[in-house]
């Protein structure tokens, strides 16, 4: 089988297409015949090194401090299940579904092993595989940040910063769903996309500073690490969250002092991928309250083509990689 591996960190042209043999699936574990994958903002920092301020070594330990341990790319991938553990009771060959493999890696590939019990799940019937494939990621971390970390309830006011991107157009949408008055902030060539996706407000950041709009949020949501909790917290109300998914070391050292009041808050940390909420998600995209947004195509072979779109930091959304054509 085919799959996209790097054997030392670099620009887009250390990615290579290598023929390996396909995996058989543990007991526990359902084995993928990958129809499509993505390439992430995520993936892009793996493969690059590069991390949020202060935070390359630690990246280095995860990843490898030379070069990397694991040398498969993509977090996330839809697909035709092909076989089964033994000991699988919630998949059966001929399943379509989708789903992310967490803190590992490996999706960009012809086909993957995942565990039954892992973040997967049967494919909205409404949607494409290549549709599909861009759900986890993205829509999985800002349902994280927004309901368990942030703990949004209906009526509140939130401010989503990168609106266009992958975790940000999951967020408006995800806010409105939950009641939310959502205030979306991203350039001009965004502004009708953004409105599209249920945005109460859009700010164009290349006309107004949204710090000097005079609004106070309950929660604002950086998607993309652009702002910082000292350029937000006048905006944000006495139980304010500014909710960093893209933290470094500056942010965590906020969240630290700032748990030890009991105004606003900084809140970051790993958005762990769970079938339940994969399923939740299913259940919005279904309904019509959840869709991705898909900037840009490739064939699997076109990955680092992929990578160096994604790395100008231009995408709308998602990009998807076509397995098998």
Avoid at 137 to 154: E, M, N, Q, W
Avoid at 167 to 179: D, N, P, S
Avoid at 189 to 195: P, Q, S
Avoid at 297 to 320: C, D, F, P
Wanted: net charge neutral; proline share 4%.
């Amino acid at each position: 089988m085919k799959t996209a591996v790097f054997e030392t960190y670099g620009s887009p042209d250390v990615i290579q297409i290598r023929e390996v043999e396909k995996p058989t699936p543990k007991d526990n574990e359902v084995l993928i015949k990958v129809h499509a994958t993505t390439v992430t903002s995520g993936d892009v920092r793996v493969r690059s090194s590069t991390y949020p301020k202060g935070l390359w070594l630690v990246g280095r330990l995860m990843i490898g401090l030379t070069k990397p341990r694991d040398t498969g790319l993509g977090n996330e991938l839809a697909g035709v299940v092909e076989a089964v553990g033994k000991t699988v009771t919630r998949f059966k060959k001929g399943d379509l579904v989708f789903g992310g493999t967490d803190m590992s890696l490996g999706a960009n590939a012809e086909y993957i092993c995942l565990p039954e019990d892992g973040p997967l799940a049967l494919k909205p019937a409404n949607l494409s595989f290549e549709e599909a494939a861009a759900i986890p990621f993205g829509a999985l971390t800002s349902l994280v940040y927004l309901r368990d970390k942030g703990r949004i309830r209906s009526g509140e006011k939130i401010l989503v910063y990168g609106a266009s991107g992958s975790l940000g157009t999951y967020a408006v949408q995800l806010a409105k769903a939950f009641g939310a008055e959502v205030t979306a902030v991203c350039s001009t060539a965004n502004v009708e996309m953004v409105k599209s996706l249920g945005a109460d407000r859009v700010i164009d950041y290349k006309k107004e500073d949204f710090t000097r709009s005079g609004q106070v949020y309950d929660i604002i949501y950086d998607a993309v690490g652009k702002t910082s909790f000292a350029q937000c917290k006048e905006l944000l109300a006495p139980q304010g969250r500014y909710l960093a998914p893209v933290a470094g070391i500056p942010e965590f050292l906020q969240m630290l002092s700032t748990s030890m009041t009991s105004g606003k808050k900084v809140i970051g940390g790993v958005a762990l991928q769970r079938q339940e909420d994969l399923n939740f998600l299913r259940g919005l995209v279904e309904s019509g309250q959840l869709k991705p947004v898909i900037d840009r195509s490739y064939l699997l072979e076109q990955i680092a083509e992929a990578h160096g779109y994604v790395e100008t930091g231009r995408k709308k959304g998602n990009v998807v990689l076509t397995v098998g054509g």
